[in-house]
């Protein structure tokens, strides 16, 4: 139980495209999705917190017009890099917490590279 | 702000020993949550093990247990009986019980298993 899928896992594509990634929730529902960004031997950073029918809360530093974050039902977010550039080149994970718990359950990610 | 310290960035053993990864953290709540997440090469994280802190028993999943010191804010993973499969990167981190607060991460542990 409590799988999380992340589509896709690889993409490559040019600067000034957008790129949209999707996270979803394939045994449970979950309410909260988080957001990270994770640069080579680094820990995670948080990006931001999507909730279900609600607007995302971003963490500071974090554009919100470039991130854009859609959380429309309990079992899938989608992250949308805009306009990206070479720096938004990363690995981008997804979680998503079970209902009354504090667990996070982490998609396999996905590696962006925009040339 | 609740801060995770993982004070050794490598470590390696020999297959089949045990060894123990550190973790300390600060916080003045008195009731949350603690993990140990697993990131091996291929960079999916997986949730190794759980403490809550109201619970005194130190919580064990198969070769993983953990030593919780509440007083000392200390909370180390001990892996028994290593196996190659065990070499990953190791994050501690603490979660808040309430509301969708997010987790706070150490900044990992690279662990490696010697045939």
């Known amino acids: 139980g409590a799988v999380v899928s992340q589509h896709p896992s690889w993409v490559i594509c040019k600067s000034g495209t957008s790129v949209k990634i999707e996270c979803r929730s394939l045994?449970?529902?979950?309410?909260?999705m988080f957001w990270y960004r994770q640069f080579p031997k680094q820990s995670l950073m948080l990006m931001a917190t999507s909730n279900e029918g609600s607007k995302a809360t971003y963490e500071q530093g974090v554009e919100k017009d470039k991130f854009l974050i859609n959380h429309a039902s309990l079992t899938l977010s989608t992250l949308t890099v805009t306009s990206a550039h070479p720096e938004d080149s990363s690995f981008y994970i997804c979680?998503?917490?079970?209902?009354?718990?504090?667990?996070?359950?982490f998609g396999p990610g996905t590696r962006l590279l925009v040339l | 702000a609740q801060t995770v310290t993982q004070s050794q960035p490598e470590m390696s053993v020999q297959e089949a020993e045990t060894v123990t990864l550190s973790c300390t953290y600060d916080t003045s709540e008195n009731n949350y949550y603690l993990f140990w997440y697993k990131q091996p090469p291929s960079r999916q994280m997986i949730l190794v093990i759980r403490?809550?802190?109201?619970?005194?028993q130190n919580a064990t999943e198969n070769r993983f247990s953990v030593n919780f010191q509440k007083a000392a804010k200390s909370f180390s993973l001990k892996i028994s009986d290593s196996q190659l499969g065990d070499t990953a990167m190791y994050f501690c981190?603490?979660?808040?019980?309430?509301?969708?607060?997010?987790?706070?991460f150490g900044t990992g542990t690279r662990l490696t298993i010697i045939p």
């Open positions: 045994d449970f529902q979950a309410t909260t």
């Open positions: 981190a603490f979660g808040p019980n309430f509301g969708n607060e997010k987790l706070t």
């Open positions: 979680s998503a917490r079970v209902g009354g718990s504090q667990t996070q359950y």
């Open positions: 403490q809550e802190a109201y619970k005194q």
